[in-house]
Structures are given as structure tokens and as C-alpha cells.
């Protein structure tokens, strides 16, 4: 008996060793299939992960919740994916070149137990067609970035698009996160809304025109009314939001915040006699 009790112990003690050395033989990256490496090559980039806190920090920036869809370009293991599924209830779609990383993300998904939520393609970002995506993730190169953009600008307007480390050139970002070294950016993509637009106060019937500048979010321009031309006083583009203020004929502030959709804009224009119907169309 006690030689039998003798081997179990040596039994369980060497099982114990075993798997004390199979947690430090552990890979950082990975797992029993593949093993990737920080800084390996890939198509246009080398793979470096974020880190997870600055995961959570693009994501909470980008306001994702559950009714949105996020597509990461470039997503590597399938952090940036799962992390929106997992932590913000989101539908995410990641496209990775590297196929052997492409099924490591897809066993990453299985892993984290969000299969009905996440889909990894292997193929190319540039190929690939991400434009039904309200949220975009990436982590690429300067010039990768700038070759994104007028695909990214082509998108929905209000589509919110945040980088890892690198910018979109002078397009400048809405807001800019750090996390210890790293750097993150957010744009929040704008309704294209330069022209001239003739408007119309619904309740009064006053009518003018407003001619506006745009560069990304920047906008600015002139109101004319009662054949008087001025300057905007202010004007904002978020998203598919635009507001700007005004003098109406009796100087009085007016201040219009509408929704663009293309030609055309609806909204309220507030003054002293409180809001009212407000809408605009773009002259051709």
C-alpha cells in the first residue's frame, strides 16, 4: 500500500511539473497551431497587437454598441473584433491577409465564444468592401491610411473610424487618445455639404441661401437674405449634422441645426420666436 501511494504521489508531482513547464513553454501569441511573432511580416505591414486597454479605448471612443457593425482592417489574432463583440455587444467583421493568422483569429473567436457575432475573412483590405460598416478599426501604415481615405470618406456620413498609432495626413481627428506610449485617433466621417443651398423658414416663408466651404469637418461660408449677403457666424458638420448661424433680415441670431441627406436638409431654425420647420435643398 504504501509503496502504491508512493507512485501516486510521484505520479501527481510529475504531472504538476508538467504542467508548470507547459505554462512557461507558453507562447505570449497564439496557440498549439500557430505561434505568431511581434514585428513578423505581413502584405503591406508587420504584425504588432494592441495593447488591450487601448483596445477598450478606441472602441469607447467610437461609441459602439450593439446595433453597430465594425470592421477591422488588418485584425491579426482577432482582438479588435472580439472585443467588440464580447465587451460592447457589436457585430464585427475582421479582414486579415495572413491566413495562418486569419485561422488563428477564427479559433480565437471559437475560444471567446462569440461565433454568431464575429466573421474573420482572409483577404485583402483594399479588395475586401467594408463600406457597410458604421465603425472602423485599423492599425496600419501612414500611407495605407491616406490610400483608406477617399473609400473612408465615400462612407456613410457619421461612420466613426479609429486608428491605431498612425493619422489620415490633414484630415485631423475628432478626438486623440493615449494609452502609456501608444497614440490613437477617432474621425467621425462628415456629410459632404459644399454649395449653395436655398433654404426656407416653413412658418414665415422667409427664404435665402447658404453657401458653404467644407474641408473634412471644417466648414464655413455666407448667408444671403433679403438681398443682404454676411458671413456664417459659426457652423458645425458632425456626421450628418450640420448647423450654422446667421442674422435674418431684423438682426436677430438664427441659429439652423439640421440633418443632410444628400441635396437635401431638414431640421429647425431657432430664434426668438422659438424653433421652427426648417428646410434646404443644394442648388445644381
Known sequence: MMLVRARLLAAML???????????????????TFQPTVGQPGKDVVWVPTPDALVKKMLEAAKVTKDDLVYDLGSGDGKIPIAAAKDFGATAVG???????????????????????????????????????????????????LKLRPLILAMK????????????????????MKEDYRDAYLWIVPARVEGTWAFKEDRNGAEGTVSLVQRYQRVGGTVTLGGRMQPLL???????????????????VRTARVTVAGDAFTGEVHGLGGPQPFTGRRQR
Do not use: C
Open 95 to 145: 479582414i486579415e491577409y495572413n491566413a495562418d493568422m486569419a485561422e488563428l483569429a477564427r479559433r480565437n473567436v471559437r475560444r471567446a465564444g462569440v461565433e454568431g457575432r464575429v466573421n474573420i475573412i482572409t483577404g485583402d483590405i483594399f479588395v475586401e468592401n467594408f463600406s457597410r460598416a458604421t465603425v472602423v478599426t485599423m492599425y496600419l501604415l501612414p500611407d495605407l491610411n
Open 157 to 176: 456620413p457619421g461612420t466613426r473610424v479609429t486608428s491605431h498609432q498612425f493619422h489620415m495626413g490633414d484630415w485631423e481627428p475628432d478626438e486623440r
Open 234 to 252: 459659426g457652423s458645425t458638420i458632425a456626421g450628418d449634422k450640420l448647423s450654422f448661424t446667421y442674422l435674418d433680415a431684423e438682426n436677430s
Open 14 to 32: 510529475a504531472a504538476s511539473i508538467a504542467t508548470v513547464a507547459f505554462a512557461q513553454a507558453k507562447p505570449e501569441h497564439g496557440d498549439e
